[in-house]
């Protein structure tokens, strides 16, 4: 699967953006999608995960309440709803896919990021 995020942007602290991840080929709801985001000079960190139905989502603490996870499985894509962002949420943000029925320890399908500026 290939994955394209969009939707990042420069927002100021307590706006909001969505993040969209597309998915190519016919088995995206196959597939448990999470986000991910990279801050400068930081570690890659776990932002949020969904499960192939949707119907299971998991969070980060530090975006619990703020963010919300989703999908669309018959148009293959994803959303992260991002709320009172906080300039500590700037990163590139990625979208990631493993084929699985349960929450990935790992995924293999990662998109190319899209850079999200919260600022103060």
């Known amino acids: 699967v290939q994955l394209v995020e969009s939707g990042g942007g420069l927002v100021q602290a307590g706006g909001s953006l969505r993040l969209s991840c597309a998915a190519s080929g016919r088995t995206f709801s196959s597939y448990a999608m999470g986000w991910f985001r990279q801050a400068p000079g930081k570690e890659r960190e776990f932002v949020a995960a969904?499960?192939?139905?949707?119907?299971?989502?998991l969070y980060a603490d530090s975006v619990k309440g703020r963010f919300t996870i989703s999908r669309d499985n018959p148009t293959n894509t994803m959303y992260l709803q991002m709320n009172s962002l906080k300039p500590e949420d700037t990163a590139i943000y990625f979208c990631?896919?493993?084929?699985?029925?349960?929450?990935?320890?790992?995924?293999?399908?990662w998109g190319q990021g899209t850079q999200v500026t919260v600022s103060s």
């Open positions: 990631a896919a493993e084929r699985t029925w349960s929450f990935p320890s790992e995924y293999s399908n």
């Open positions: 969904i499960s192939w139905s949707g119907g299971s989502t």
